[in-house]
């Protein structure tokens, strides 16, 4: 071979070898920047880079009432930060979106036979959680961005918390009471670096007809 070629040959191959471990590299750096605040943004005639999270995705405490354990209307919802996510990620997780199943009928009152009588009245509803509280007691954003990627939650909440119809004709000394009931639902959430991470949450389940008698 010529000597000409044969440098230019090296030349080639040192090159290749170089842009290798340049990629290895970057990968190296992206998987660190990415766990300490980083997301990677689509930018116009840029294309893509790492891009540092401005604030935390750690949402601020909520005081709320009857044991609310989730919210959809979140004002400080970090919708464009997860859009970026979720470009890269999205397909990852896309046997995790979708909607629970509902039935037609608004109310269990109208599924029940007419001889039937429901002892605490109750509301099911598909809801799109942004925030819920988890298993440990703490608030966490909820991934519910767009039609695409959706977490439809089916949730049946109590009518009333007062004693339950047909009390009166219950023994003397016993009480009755509507109790709201919960289950524990596994959800796409985001941590607070900014990485989606499953997370359980307690939602709402069922209404339920308690019964206390004499001691």
Same mark, same amino acid.
């Given at each position: 071979?010529?000597?000409?070629?044969?440098? =230019?040959?090296?030349?080639?191959?040192?090159?290749? @070898?170089?842009?290798?471990?340049?990629?290895?590299?970057?990968?190296?750096?992206? $998987?660190?920047?990415?766990?300490?605040?980083?997301?990677?943004?689509?930018?116009?005639?840029?294309?893509?880079?790492?891009?540092?999270?401005?604030?935390?995705?750690?949402?601020?405490?909520?005081?709320?009432?009857?044991?609310?354990?989730?919210?959809?209307?979140?004002?400080?919802? *970090?919708?464009?930060?997860?859009?970026?996510?979720?470009?890269?990620?999205?397909?990852?997780?896309?046997?995790?979106?979708?909607?629970?199943?509902? =039935?037609?009928?608004?109310?269990?009152?109208?599924?029940?036979?007419?001889?039937?009588?429901?002892?605490?009245? $109750?509301?099911?509803?598909?809801?799109?959680?942004?925030? @819920?509280?988890?298993?440990?007691?703490?608030?966490?954003?909820?991934?519910?961005? #767009?039609?695409?990627?959706?977490? #439809?939650?089916?949730?049946?909440?109590?009518?009333?918390?007062?004693?339950? $119809?047909?009390?009166? $004709?219950?023994? @003397?000394?016993?009480?009755?009471?509507?109790?709201?009931?919960?289950? =524990?639902?596994?959800?796409?959430?985001? @941590?607070?670096?900014?990485?989606?991470?499953?997370?359980?949450?307690? =939602?709402?389940?069922?209404?339920?007809?308690?019964?206390?008698? *004499?001691?």
């Amino acid at each position: 071979m010529p000597m000409p070629i044969a440098v =230019f040959m090296l030349l080639i191959i040192f090159i290749l @070898a170089n842009t290798s471990i340049g990629y290895a590299v970057w990968g190296q750096k992206s $998987s660190h920047f990415r766990t300490r605040g980083y997301f990677y943004e689509d930018k116009p005639h840029e294309g893509r880079r790492l891009k540092r999270l401005q604030h935390s995705v750690s949402p601020k405490p909520r005081d709320t009432e009857n044991n609310v354990t989730f919210i959809e209307d979140v004002s400080d919802y *970090p919708e464009k930060m997860l859009k970026e996510i979720l470009k890269m990620e999205g397909k990852v997780h896309k046997d995790i979106f979708g909607r629970d199943f509902l =039935f037609k009928e608004r109310t269990i009152s109208t599924r029940i036979e007419p001889e039937e009588t429901k002892l605490c009245p $109750s509301l099911e509803k598909l809801v799109y959680p942004k925030l @819920a509280l988890n298993t440990d007691n703490d608030w966490k954003y909820v991934v519910n961005v #767009g039609e695409e990627y959706v977490q #439809g939650v089916r949730v049946e909440t109590c009518g009333h918390f007062e004693k339950c $119809s047909m009390s009166d $004709s219950f023994p @003397a000394g016993y009480t009755t009471k509507c109790e709201q009931q919960y289950v =524990f639902r596994r959800l796409l959430s985001v @941590a607070d670096k900014g990485k989606t991470v499953m997370d359980e949450f307690r =939602f709402p389940s069922c209404c339920l007809c308690t019964i206390r008698g *004499p001691s």
